[in-house]
């Protein structure tokens, strides 16, 4: 009996529970990785040139070891009919399902099509969050539309725990290369030097994590919306690309001494199972707002603003710095995603659905249903968002949480001279203080493209009259 495993976004061996399954029921295994043409957004984009760099250096982690992993290309139908062809011995499939989006719909069908045109079973096992999307409901069996609740009893069921397993038997995997593209791998990677591939894999990610909780678990509290610290994680671009599993950090952190930095990161992997089910139950939410009476808002939706809060350029600098950050490193601090996102859906009156686009192009930790999610909340149109009339003010977010300018500086270097308040509102400098701080307003730096009081009390009424459509 011949299985293969699958591998999607969970690029690790230890904590696998697909894997773990398939070494426990099978003598021989083969190890997959599928590209998916309908899963290609854009070639040169940073999400997918991150996701790809991190299945090469997983596949050439496996090569030192002696273990190939066969890249599949196509659709699943297509390529894994072709892999049947050459490997006609092959019963069974083991893989981590999806439960919401994309993958849902994709496990659905490919799991149907194993069966029914294949003869090969599928096992599928829930990996890529602590619960199900179903473990947590209403006592009559509803879904939770607010978070609060939804913690409060996902707080208290018992997780999954740890299957530890840190090298392959050998002798349980074929050497055989059934196939091998790994020239398209590098193409869709962006042909990654070795520093960079030094920088992913599973054991990156546990040092990121010891790390972590050694100097930063701690005050994490305290410091996590502060951008110019280093106070968060830095765990998510690993998490997406399942480099490390959520249960390894979850009972990392849960076994230590209780404390509020501990309890802050754990609500947040709690916000991530939260999304999760709402993605699951809300299966149009990429493009249509949750809450009915948001679905009919007046955006104004103009390209020219469009393209200047991409690329930084609108005059308020929390909001630039934050946006170049983006363009710079496929991250961005979460605080900032908050304000961007208020930014452009309240400020520049754009549909959310534009912003959620452009950072699923520029992320390199992207994830669906949080992404989307943060957007609906952000733009008040989703479950347990903010109130629409709760509009961020760009430059008092500055001064609370950049009070020294000292982000605003690392990723403006126009405005690195300006030693005084209006950093964070430089349309206020004089023109003495111009010529003394070498930045000339509308050349090196540009007035603000919006007036935020004018645009929050606009924004206020476009939310009103769409509630009375």
Wanted: hydrophobic fraction near 35%; charged fraction near 20%; glycine fraction near 4%.
């Amino acid at each position: 009996m011949v299985s293969v495993m699958w591998f999607r976004s969970d690029l690790r061996i230890n904590d696998n529970t697909a894997l773990w399954n398939a070494l426990s029921h099978t003598e021989d295994v083969v190890l997959v990785f599928n590209i998916n043409l309908a899963q290609i957004i854009e070639q040169s984009s940073m999400n997918q040139q991150a996701f790809f760099s991190s299945v090469l250096a997983f596949k050439n982690n496996l090569k030192k070891q002696g273990i190939v992993l066969n890249i599949l290309y196509g659709t699943p139908r297509v390529a894994f009919s072709k892999l049947k062809a050459k490997l006609p011995q092959w019963t069974d499939v083991y893989f981590n399902m999806a439960e919401s989006g994309f993958g849902f719909a994709r496990d659905q069908e490919v799991a149907k099509f194993f069966t029914d045109e294949l003869g090969v079973k599928s096992h599928q096992y829930l990996d890529y969050t602590l619960h199900s999307v179903n473990d947590v409901t209403k006592p009559d069996g509803q879904p939770y539309k607010m978070f609060t609740p939804y913690y409060q009893q996902w707080r208290q069921l018992p997780k999954p725990s740890v299957n530890k397993l840190f090298s392959l038997p050998i002798n349980q995997y074929t050497s055989k290369a059934y196939f091998e593209d790994q020239k398209r791998l590098i193409s869709l990677s962006g042909n990654p030097g070795e520093d960079r591939l030094k920088m992913l894999g599973s054991n990156r990610a546990q040092v990121q994590l010891t790390k972590f909780i050694k100097n930063g678990l701690e005050d994490y509290d305290n410091n996590r919306d502060f951008p110019n610290l280093n106070g968060t994680s830095q765990l998510s671009k690993f998490i997406r690309t399942g480099e490390i599993s959520i249960r390894t950090i979850y009972h990392a952190v849960a076994q230590l001494p209780e404390s509020q930095g501990q309890q802050t990161f754990i609500k947040e992997l709690c916000w991530r199972d939260f999304y999760q089910m709402i993605y699951a139950k809300y299966p149009n939410q990429k493009e249509q707002a949750i809450i009915d009476s948001y679905r009919h808002i007046d955006w104004r939706n103009n390209e020219q603003d469009f393209e200047l809060w991409k690329a930084g350029q609108t005059g308020y600098p929390i909001i630039d710095a934050a946006m170049r950050q983006l363009n710079t490193t496929g991250w961005m601090h979460n605080r900032l995603r908050m304000l961007v996102a208020s930014f452009l859906t309240k400020d520049l009156l754009i549909d959310w659905r534009w912003g959620e686009k452009y950072f699923q192009q520029c992320l390199i930790d992207y994830d669906p249903a949080s992404n989307i999610g943060g957007w609906q909340w952000a733009a008040s149109t989703g479950t347990d968002s903010a109130p629409y009339f709760r509009i961020f003010n760009p430059t008092t977010q500055a001064k609370r949480y950049d009070p020294q300018g000292a982000f605003i500086k690392k990723y403006l270097p126009e405005l690195t001279k300006i030693t005084n308040n209006k950093i964070f509102d430089p349309s206020r400098l004089t023109q003495i203080e111009q010529k003394d701080f070498g930045v000339v307003l509308g050349k090196d730096y540009p007035m603000p493209i919006v007036d935020h009081q004018m645009a929050r009390n606009r924004a206020i009424m476009a939310y009103e009259i769409s509630k009375d459509r």
